[in-house]
């Protein structure tokens, strides 16, 4: 599998030492924390930030799964990521009239580490505060995914390309269209909720006054355009 790198320069070098693209590289493995410091072959402290969505980063990987013929992890990541995408709209929903923004983000991780092995609790808050935010229902998997998904995840049942497809495309839509609305009447949240996910990440290298250098991965899943120009992915034309 070609694995989700993420790659850098130092900035000291590149810009201040005018070295270009000449300037000392780096290349990291993805892991669960999105901060990645590093010193390069110079002695320059850099202070990575990887700015993507933890669901973004999920959709990602499934597909370069199924790209490698692995349509089970397709599934499974997809699964994930549609988890992580109620996580974020949670947060955004829970940010909107909020003042302190980093003191929310706080809570809401407070919050998180009660139902964090629970996926079936954060489902249900996430229904409940969606439909209390906008008067009607999200955009959810039907019986038949959620039980396909189950199949998958819990009991080891290894899918056809076709049937992965199928369940992938149905949780990429429901976090199409729910994010779709997320944008439209949350724009403002969902930009502030990724501002403070970047300085809580760097929080450490924040407080020693270090100067951060946020990255992004250009993948077709991430959430930053106006909802206008968002693009519905075909997931089978993507898998190739
Ligand atoms: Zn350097």
Redesign the pocket.
């Known amino acids: 599998m070609s694995n989700l790198k993420i790659g850098s320069s130092?900035n000291?070098?590149f810009f201040d030492?005018g070295m270009g693209s000449d300037?000392?590289t780096v290349e990291f493995e993805l892991t669960d924390g999105n901060f990645y410091p590093w010193t390069?072959s110079?002695?320059?402290e850099n202070h990575l930030i990887l700015a993507n969505k933890r669901f973004e980063l999920l959709l990602e990987i499934g597909l370069r799964a199924a790209r490698d013929g692995y349509p089970r992890e397709f599934v499974v990541a997809f699964a994930g990521a549609l988890e992580r995408f109620y996580e974020f709209a949670l947060r955004v929903l829970m940010q909107a009239e909020s003042v302190d923004a980093a003191v929310r983000f706080r809570n809401f991780n407070a919050l998180w580490k009660q139902v964090r092995k629970h996926s079936e609790r954060q489902m249900g808050a996430f229904q409940a505060i969606w439909l209390n935010s906008f008067d009607q229902q999200p955009a959810m998997l039907d019986p038949n995914d959620v039980s396909f998904r189950n199949n998958v995840v819990h009991n080891g049942l290894i899918p056809s390309k076709a049937d992965a497809i199928a369940f992938c495309q149905a949780a990429y839509d429901a976090i199409f269209d729910n994010g779709s609305v997320l944008l439209d009447k949350r724009r403002r949240a969902v930009e502030w909720v990724g501002h403070v996910a970047n300085f809580e990440a760097g929080r450490e290298a924040v407080e020693r006054k270090k100067i951060i250098t946020t990255i992004t991965l250009v993948t077709p899943f991430s959430l930053i355009l106006a909802p206008e120009l968002q693009v519905r992915a075909n997931i089978a034309q993507l898998v190739g």
């Open positions: 130092c000291h070098c030492d300037a000392p390069c110079r002695g320059h």
